[in-house]
């Protein structure tokens, strides 16, 4: 099975001209790459909750050397966001680890989130070591939960290293019915941009990402 090529010649997701670089990875790239990174997911310890993922609804991008690719897990895919959101609430009480309702895991190439204007410390990410074409890359990969918060709604949890949530961002609630789990990116500045996540037409998350130091 060939690989996905995440890293490419440097270009522009982040810091060239209007995000002109940035494009959608393409099906056959993101079937092949669903599957691979899919299969490194399942090899991951110490992972927050169980996931069920659907790497043949994966979506992704790239520009440059950087990447980002998505795999939703299979539950948030069959019933709104809202019904999720509250399933999960009631499951994991029960269960006496949190409200945390399983949304996919998230794949990075040379790209960090950003903690108001700081990267995340090294010490906050999951790296994995997936090999391509003969070579090894240095990938970073975050599990996502809904959660919610006291007082402040539902937000999307990013859980990197043991497990742990590393970054909170909020969930925006959206009235498109019946749309699509996708993963596009915008630019914000010249080393810095949003992912967007929008999950079933219901829910719109923004990851704000930095490029990875060399």
């Given amino acids: 099975m060939k690989p996905l090529r995440l890293l490419l ?25 669903g599957r691979l990174l899919a299969a490194e997911t399942a090899r ?14 994966a979506s992704g991008l790239k520009a440059g050397e950087a990447g980002a690719v998505f795999l939703p897990d299979q539950r948030i895919l069959q019933t709104s966001g809202r019904r999720q959101a509250k399933d999960g609430q009631t499951k994991e009480r029960k269960a006496g680890r949190g ?37 090894e890359r240095d990938l970073v990969t975050f599990t996502l939960g809904i959660e919610k918060v006291r007082k402040s709604g539902p937000q999307l949890a990013l859980h990197g290293r043991d497990g742990a949530v590393v970054l909170r961002v909020p969930l925006t609630a ?16 010249d080393d810095r941009g949003v992912l967007e996540l929008r999950l079933q037409g219901r829910y719109r998350a923004e990851i704000p990402v930095t490029l990875a130091s060399s």
Wanted: hydrophobic share 45%.
């Fill in 174 to 189: 959206e009235k498109a019915k019946g749309g699509a789990t996708t993963l596009t990116a915008r630019k914000l500045a």
């Fill in 99 to 135: 409200a945390a309702q399983p949304v996919g895991q998230l794949w990075l190439a040379r790209l960090v989130p950003l903690q108001g204007e700081l990267a995340l410390s090294a010490d906050a990410l999951r790296r994995v070591k997936v090999t391509e074409e003969g070579r």
């Fill in 44 to 57: 991951l310890e110490r992972l927050p909750f169980r996931l069920e993922l659907a790497p043949e609804r």
């Fill in 9 to 33: 010649p440097l270009s522009a997701l982040l810091i060239g001209p209007a995000l002109r670089a940035q494009e959608p990875l393409a099906a056959d790239e993101l079937a092949r790459g």
